[in-house]
């Protein structure tokens, strides 16, 4: 599969210069032969240093969006070859693009259905008979407390919108709702603007009591489907649900039922392009239950990790696709080895030095820091944004059962240790 040549047109990428996703850039580079464009708010966006050109627009905002694009054409006479999402909040957008010039995408149904609205998301899932934890949607805490003690607790209260962890709340007893509740509200008001959300609703969630966590990184092309990798994820302590680490291939990876479930939440989504993210809770024994159904490619890293140990670019193949350029689904050689990520976290206060570290584990593959002195670094790791960095791990010819997958989180946090030093003032309240 060879450079696509664009024909004078170019490529348009949707949150390919987001954090832990820029490989993206790299994936698209070698598959299409063209200008790489994107839409960004501004031309302070970093995204200036990576593309042939950057579309000042909301990308974001489907309307937005689209007048960024005709206006580029009107000035220049390019049009898009292609549209590709990368992350949620280009689904829409890119969908309307796609739509304009009548190029290759999901459909708008399959856009509308998956993660960005899980409301819709589950009740297609639930409809195909696909095992998923029920829901309410509620409007108020005495709708939450009512929800709740339906399912029993303990429960989870959710955003049925958003990614990433945000707003997500285990609920134990009745005392709690309230604050899941409002803490959820606080959540969706303070971020619905960032990323131009419709949905802004709110669900009580039952709680699923199976003890493990993967995703399944699954390409779709028409009737086609193939899952490239299942990663182990590990989750921060509750009552919140962050993601501080990911580990590939997982434990989970040889189980057949993995792979059909994951394939059958795909087609009730009506997902037939792309790479597919898929969020399951399972454990040994037990038939895995489905949580989440993202129509776009997975964030924090993961199919960088994918790439390193799995011998396949996922970005490469959900790119040819959303080009209609797919012409063989991949065959997936042996892993070569163990491939992970963790957060790095300061201890609670405000970091006043970074340092360098003493000594770094020999299966640290590298490491990038995002906070510099007077960062606060809160008590919590309740989402995605609660993190001070992030560390690479390669374990070469291992298998999961040769590392215990808490060694990465024992690595992250030794590291963290020897970079961060904290004072105590100005500590963040939880959330």
Not at 126 to 147: I, K, M, N, W
């Amino acid at each position: 599969m060879g450079p696509v040549s664009g024909d004078e047109k170019y490529l348009l990428v949707l949150g390919a210069a987001m954090s832990l996703r820029e490989r993206a850039i790299v994936a698209a580079l070698r598959v299409f032969d063209g200008p790489l464009v994107t839409i960004a708010r501004g031309r302070d966006s970093r995204a200036a240093k990576f593309f042939d050109h950057v579309l000042v627009g909301d990308f974001s905002d489907p309307d937005d969006s689209l007048r960024a694009v005709v206006e580029h054409e009107k000035e220049t006479g390019r049009v898009p070859a292609g549209v590709v999402p990368f992350f949620d909040p280009g689904l829409v957008p890119g969908w309307a693009i796609a739509d304009h010039y009548g190029l290759p995408f999901l459909s708008r149904a399959a856009v509308d259905d998956s993660s960005i609205n899980k409301n819709r998301m589950k009740d297609k899932l639930l409809a195909a008979g696909v095992a998923t934890p029920r829901y309410t949607q509620v409007d108020s805490v005495e709708a939450a407390l009512a929800a709740a003690g339906g399912y029993g607790f303990p429960c989870v209260i959710k955003p049925s919108a958003f990614g990433g962890s945000l707003g997500v709340r285990l609920v134990s007893d009745a005392a709690e709702v309230e604050r899941a509740y409002s803490y959820a509200r606080r959540i969706i008001d303070e971020n619905a603007a960032v990323f131009t959300v419709k949905n802004r609703e709110i669900q009580v969630e039952e709680f699923c009591p199976l003890v493990d966590e993967v995703s399944v990184e699954v390409l779709n092309h028409g009737t086609e489907q193939v899952v490239l990798a299942v990663t182990d994820k590990i989750l921060g302590p509750r009552p919140y649900f962050a993601e501080i680490g990911h580990r590939v291939p997982s434990r989970y990876s040889s189980r057949s039922d993995v792979d059909d479930v994951t394939k059958r939440a795909c087609a009730a989504i009506g997902l037939d392009r792309g790479i597919a993210h898929v969020e399951l809770r399972l454990e040994p024994g037990a038939a895995p239950v489905v949580m989440e159904v993202g129509a776009r490619t997975a964030g924090d890293g993961i199919l960088d990790q994918v790439e390193r140990v799995c011998g396949v670019s996922p970005y490469e193949l959900h790119v040819l696709s959303y080009l209609d350029r797919l012409d063989r689904m991949p065959e997936l050689p042996a892993p070569s080895g163990l491939a992970g990520i963790s957060v790095l976290k300061a201890a609670p206060g405000r970091v006043s030095a970074v340092r360098k570290p003493s000594s770094v584990d020999p299966a640290v593959r590298g490491y990038e820091v995002s906070a510099v002195a007077g960062t606060r670094s809160g008590a919590t790791q309740a989402n995605y944004l609660d993190r001070e960095g992030y560390v690479e791990f390669v374990w070469p010819g291992a298998v999961p059962e040769d590392v215990p997958l808490d060694t990465q989180t024992v690595i992250a946090r030794d590291l963290s240790a020897q970079l961060f030093e904290v004072d105590d003032a100005d500590l963040p309240a939880a959330p």
